[in-house]
């Protein structure tokens, strides 16, 4: 159940949110270059109908800049109601620094994953959808283990 100062009545949770997610471990030191970026998305409303995928770089402590703007991923298989779908984005030209990225779905009923600050709180933080940002580091070559 859905319950918390944001809903009158407590709701039942039903369907699932539209969801996307990053796949890349944030444990894993990258290389400069071309890298590309990899996740899923589902939806419990029906198919995907679209994956954008953004990159911000630390710029400072704190201050995050966008490195690539929000930016349509190819979908790798034909998107069907209810299944997860593999999508990938190109990452040209990388350079060594700390960047965290984010993915966000839309499916075909016109649900979109909405920005973290934006999720509709609950009690029990049942149904979280957020595009929660995945730090990734990139070091130069003469640096990779």
Known sequence: MLVGPAYAKPVALSVGPVRSAIEHDPEITLAPG????????WSGSGAIDRVDVSVEKLASPGRWVTEM?????KL??????YMWVRFEVPWP???????RVMSRA????GNIQPR????VWNQHGLGYNGHHPLELIVVPDKDMP
Do not use: C, H, N
């Open 69 to 73: 703007p929000w930016r349509a991923a």
């Open 93 to 99: 030209g990388v350079k060594p620094g700390q960047y």
């Open 116 to 119: 973290p600050e934006d999720v």
């Open 76 to 81: 790798l298989s034909s998107p069907e109601p």
């Open 106 to 109: 839309k499916d075909k009923a």
């Open 34 to 41: 071309d890298i590309t970026l990899r996740g899923r998305a």
